[in-house]
């Protein structure tokens, strides 16, 4: 509940009456409420403070609770607690924090069905695709997919082949398939050999965009086989 007024209480406790619609509360009561809509509120601002706790980590400084508190700020004081309540409900549904992708490409590291059971010669020999234009979040997957690959399976990822039968291509996620579409339409036009399979990995997809990306692909790769490439100038 927030109170009319929440903003006069504590400079007018002694006439409270004269508070637009205080006339109903005792000073206990007042008292009793105030500490309700200030604990929900901190409780709020404190749980989307620790969804978005690793928001880019180790390039800013943590947001912390203060910072959301100042964000939040520049809207009415009515308007707060419905905001953090939207606000919270979304990011617990849609957030990917850094320890989910870590768990993620760890498990893709090994994955039985994508490696045929041999991640150490699929990795070795797989060319792992460096070729996104726009962003940054394919070069921050594939770092953390290099550690894991590393420890994991002694591979070194900047050693990958570029030019063998198997490609991968991983992102974060593909929403309107404009990215990945582009990266991979440019690459298969120009530089993947005449036979490769592609696999494309990401967390997420919109089946909207997923579609409209493969569509573009598929038919750049049908105009690469029947178009030969030009020989390279020496």
Known sequence: ?????????????????S???FQN????????????VLMASKKLLDGVASIIADYRKGEIEPPDADHVNRWISQFDAEVRDPIFN????????TDITRSSVNKFLKGLSGH??????????FWTETSILKIQHNGSSQKEMLQILGEILKKEHQVDIDASSQDGDVAVYID???FSGGHVR??????????APKKVTIHI????????????????IQEAAKKAVSSPKPMPRR
């Open 25 to 36: 509360y005792n000073r206990t009561t007042i008292l009793a409420e105030v500490r309700n």
């Open 112 to 121: 039985e069905k994508l490696t045929n059971g041999k991640p150490k010669k």
């Open 19 to 21: 508070v637009p619609g």
């Open 86 to 93: 939207e606000i919270q409900h979304v990011l617990g549904r």
């Open 182 to 191: 582009g990266d991979l339409v440019e690459w298969v036009t120009n530089k």
């Open 201 to 216: 990995i990401v967390l997420a997809y919109h089946s909207g965009g997923q579609w409209f990306a493969d569509q573009k």
């Open 1 to 17: 509940m927030i109170l009319p007024g929440l903003s006069l209480i504590f400079g007018e406790l002694g006439n409270v009456p």
């Open 172 to 174: 974060d996620v593909v």
